[in-house]
């Protein structure tokens, strides 16, 4: 009799399910793997086919059925054969897009095609149909006219009829009355018919006009519908026109939807997380993306299948752990080298001057049980320099080492990082308000305070900071010549030591020159770590210079969240500090 293993479950190149059942009858030696992406039908393929190798063995008794019984077991052995190399095919192939995620965007032009976003489409309903007519009334159905030369009103007479012409006469007149009599009876016939046929015209008539009507309801209703279709159809891609045109005058909110659907327009095997979150910042053509990498565990690991006929069973070879670990530590720098590529690839109105990508991976922290969200590399990268390399030719990790990227030098031990810039995930960038701290009024805007006013409050809010893990923090004379505003003594043995701060209240990006008085500080005072902090942004030279470097650069972003975390409230506007300030001076 028939039997059957358990359902399994297997995944495409794409990361789709597939379901399959091995079915088998011994006596017949018949064997089928059964597949499918439904569950429920490869379950009933299944029943069905050993149903009917049932009565197959309950027939095959004579000596030919035996003979196409071990006819079908040679088949059955090559069909398997076969699919262990379709499968081996498919597994290699899965390796095979791994290995080149960065070639493959090579070939791929990465710029928005704003035409390729519209809608084309005609409206998907047909227009109706005109109904075939009813059908026309068959011609009136009148009987052929009698007349008096037909035979059955001709008399025929007998040898008496010619004796006795009264006879003859009698009959004569028998048969001209019968004439009159049918024919009579004809033209009532005729006339009803004539009548029954006017009014089937006019039924017929009535249904063509009601037809008509009911088609041409018909027609104006889907006309209508087509019409507004049509209207939203053009008005969204009017919308992208507009989107187009703004974009093409550098508008920052464009700016970061372009970016958007450039790395959504990217192509990656479907087992791929494709989430990410970006930002931007135009004061110095930042961008910042935070991308989720896909985790180890996702990976494809199959590299061959073959089928072992002795045992009738497929059997899979998976690539070693060494060659998953270089395998995945490779395909992380691809993707780092991709995205920012595909990024100043699409960028055709140069609003990005440098981008920041931060690798996420989600992962099972071994020592809790709980999931995390751990950044495990980070990279900064000019446009200029990054489009002198010819990537066709480079060594992934290579490249993000010559770009200074910041990473373990095994990915695969998901080692966590700092990353270079950090995105602001819940406020808008300058603008936010917050409440302020005890001397300040809500709605005071940071960027327009007094400088010796903001000096006071970031040695103030640094102090609180460090308080809570026990530092001591001994703040130095006010000052607005550039020099130390504070002393950070940390005692925690892995971070700690002494750190110098540094506070400036700008309202244009902070320059590169900023950092390297900080960075002489540091080195002057004999310090761990530098930090400085400012209302507004720092442009790509500065971050460009404090990579490697003990420093830390906070942005007005940054700051914000520093005085809510202490449960402050303030904002920063900086082009309301701007014309504020202006006015102070023109006083």
């Known amino acids: 009799m028939s039997r059957h293993s358990k359902m399994r479950t297997t995944y495409t190149a794409r990361g789709l399910p597939r379901y399959e059942i091995e079915i088998r009858h011994d006596e017949l030696n018949k064997y089928q793997l059964v597949r499918g992406d439904d569950s429920y039908i490869v379950e009933r393929k299944a029943h069905a086919k050993m149903a009917q190798w049932d009565e197959m063995w309950r027939?095959?008794?004579?000596?030919?059925?035996?003979?196409?019984?071990?006819?079908?077991?040679?088949?059955?052995?090559?069909?398997?054969?076969?699919?262990?190399?379709?499968?081996?095919?498919?597994?290699?192939?899965?390796?095979?897009?791994?290995?080149?995620?960065?070639?493959?965007?090579?070939?791929?032009?990465?710029?928005?095609?704003?035409?390729?976003?519209?809608d084309k489409s005609d409206y998907p309903v047909l227009k109706p149909k005109k109904p075939d007519p009813p059908r026309t009334p068959d011609s009136p159905k009148i009987p052929a006219e009698p007349k008096p030369s037909d035979p059955e009103y001709q008399v025929k007479l007998g040898i008496l009829d010619r004796v006795f012409p009264s006879r003859k006469l009698a009959k004569e007149k028998e048969a001209d009355d019968r004439f009159k009599a049918d024919y009579q009876k004809w033209q009532e016939t005729k006339e009803k018919e004539i009548e029954r046929h006017k009014l089937m015209i006019k039924e017929y008539e009535k249904k063509i006009k009601v037809q008509e009507k009911e088609y041409k309801i018909e027609v104006c209703s889907w006309e209508e519908k087509r019409q507004e279709y049509v209207k939203q159809r053009d008005e969204r891609n009017v919308a992208i026109d507009r989107k187009r045109d703004k974009y093409l005058t550098g508008d920052p909110e464009t700016v970061l939807d372009y970016c958007d659907i450039v790395l959504t327009n990217s192509e990656y095997p479907d087992y791929f997380p494709q989430s990410y979150e970006i930002d931007y910042n135009p004061d110095n053509k930042l961008l910042v993306v935070d991308y989720q990498l896909p985790s180890p565990t996702t990976l494809p690991t199959v590299s061959e299948v073959k089928y072992v006929q002795l045992r009738d069973e497929f059997t899979e070879k998976h690539i070693s752990k060494v060659q998953l670990n270089k395998l995945y530590d490779n395909l992380l720098y691809q993707i780092v080298l991709r995205t920012v590529h595909e990024l100043y690839e699409a960028d055709k109105i140069d609003a990005l001057e440098s981008v920041v990508f931060n690798g996420y991976i989600r992962s099972i922290d071994q020592a809790t049980g709980q999931e995390t969200n751990g950044c495990v590399l980070s990279l900064q990268a000019n446009k200029a320099e990054f489009e002198q390399i010819n990537l066709k030719g480079v060594d992934p990790k290579a490249c993000f080492k010559k770009f200074k990227g910041i990473g373990c030098s095994k990915l695969h031990s998901l080692t966590p990082v700092a990353p270079i810039v950090v995105m602001n995930r819940v406020d808008e960038r300058f603008v936010t308000s917050y409440g302020v701290a005890d001397k300040l009024e809500e709605g005071d805007n940071l960027a327009a305070m007094d400088w010796q006013d903001f000096e006071h409050l970031i040695r103030e809010l640094f102090e609180k900071e460090f308080a809570e893990a026990g530092g001591e923090v001994k703040v130095t004379r006010a000052s607005h010549d550039g020099g130390i505003d504070a002393v950070v003594f940390d005692p925690d043995p892995l971070r700690g030591g002494k750190i110098v701060i540094q506070a400036k209240r700008y309202t244009n990006v902070v320059g590169v020159s900023a950092i390297r008085?900080?960075?002489?500080?540091?080195?002057?005072?004999?310090?761990?770590?530098?930090?400085?902090?400012?209302?507004s942004d720092y442009g790509p030279e500065a971050y460009e210079f404090a990579k490697g470097k003990p420093l830390v650069l906070l942005s007005g972003n940054n700051l914000l969240h520093l005085l809510q975390k202490h449960g402050h409230k303030a904002k920063i506007d900086l082009k309301e500090a701007k014309r504020i300030l202006a006015e102070k001076e023109g006083d």
């Open 59 to 118: 027939k095959r008794v004579s000596t030919e059925e035996k003979r196409r019984e071990h006819q079908n077991r040679i088949q059955e052995i090559e069909e398997k054969k076969q699919l262990a190399a379709q499968r081996t095919k498919e597994a290699q192939k899965s390796l095979w897009i791994l290995e080149g995620i960065l070639a493959h965007t090579l070939h791929v032009d990465d710029a928005v095609d704003w035409d390729l976003l519209k």
């Open 517 to 535: 008085d900080l960075y002489g500080a540091v080195l002057n005072e004999g310090a761990n770590k530098g930090i400085l902090v400012t209302t």
